[in-house]
């Protein structure tokens, strides 16, 4: 089934040939596309949920959604935009997936009046230095999410708050929260 092509702007990230033909069914473009993607894909996806091996399968998760997707691709933005977005979509809906799964809902956005500043994790090793990734995977996972996702991949509060259904403040508590956290990680 081949779709109709609407008009897309430029999107100079990759070719707008590319876009198209990936549009109307042509596999060998589409694989053009997730080439030059994939290692942002994965990038985003392992940095969200800490875990390599589940990353990957996130990634590959991701480029079947974009290919299902692909007829909705307005060109309003770059390629690589919509992509990033859409990846961060299929991680969002997997935790909530494993979180119904699981029967518990820990895995949002902590209250911030039952969190204490002191559950942080000492370093496994003392003396030594924890990189930065490293120290992003100890984070709690609601600080962890609000704090890829603003600082790392550049979402607005106001993005990230309707991206997991919690309020604009709700998360810059978060942000401020894991700052500290890997501030005191660091030091």
Same mark, same amino acid.
């Given at each position: $089934?081949?779709?109709? %092509?609407?008009?897309?702007?430029?999107?100079?990230?990759?070719?707008?040939?590319?876009? @198209?033909?990936?549009?109307?069914?042509?596999?060998? *473009?589409?694989?053009?596309?997730?080439?030059?993607? +994939?290692?942002?894909v994965f990038?985003?996806?392992?940095?969200m949920v800490?875990?390599?091996?589940?990353?990957?399968? %996130?990634? !590959?998760? @991701?480029?079947?959604? *974009?290919?299902?997707?692909?007829?909705?691709?307005?060109?309003?933005? !770059?390629f690589s935009?919509?992509? #990033?977005?859409?990846? +961060?979509?299929?991680?969002?809906?997997?935790?909530?997936?494993?979180?119904?799964?699981?029967?518990? /809902?820990?895995?949002? +956005?902590?209250? $911030?009046?039952?969190? =204490?500043? /002191?559950?942080?994790?000492? %370093?496994?090793?003392?003396?030594?230095?924890?990189?930065?990734? !490293? =120290?992003? *995977?100890?984070?709690?996972?609601? @600080?962890?999410? +609000?704090?890829?996702? /603003?600082?790392?991949?550049?979402?607005? /509060?106001?993005?990230?708050?309707? $991206?997991?259904?919690?309020? @604009?403040?709700?998360?810059?508590? !978060?942000? #401020?929260? *894991?700052?500290?956290?890997?501030?005191? $990680? %660091?030091?």
């Open positions: $089934m081949t779709l109709p %092509l609407t008009p897309l702007s430029s999107t100079p990230d990759v070719p707008l040939d590319d876009v @198209a033909l990936a549009r109307n069914g042509d596999r060998r *473009a589409f694989e053009r596309l997730y080439r030059a993607n +994939v290692d942002r990038s985003v996806c392992v940095r800490g875990d390599r091996s589940r990353a990957e399968e %996130l990634t !590959q998760d @991701a480029f079947v959604r *974009a290919w299902e997707k692909l007829g909705t691709f307005r060109g309003d933005s !770059q935009t919509w992509l #990033h977005r859409l990846a +961060v979509n299929v991680v969002l809906n997997d935790r909530e997936a494993e979180g119904r799964r699981r029967d518990r /809902h820990d895995e949002g +956005v902590e209250d $911030m009046d039952t969190i =204490a500043y /002191h559950d942080v994790r000492p %370093l496994p090793v003392p003396g030594l230095s924890l990189d930065l990734e !490293q =120290a992003i *995977a100890t984070l709690p996972p609601g @600080a962890k999410k +609000v704090f890829v996702l /603003h600082d790392v991949e550049g979402y607005t /509060h106001e993005e990230i708050g309707e $991206m997991l259904g919690v309020t @604009a403040g709700g998360c810059k508590a !978060q942000l #401020h929260r *894991a700052r500290m956290l890997l501030r005191r $990680m %660091l030091s």
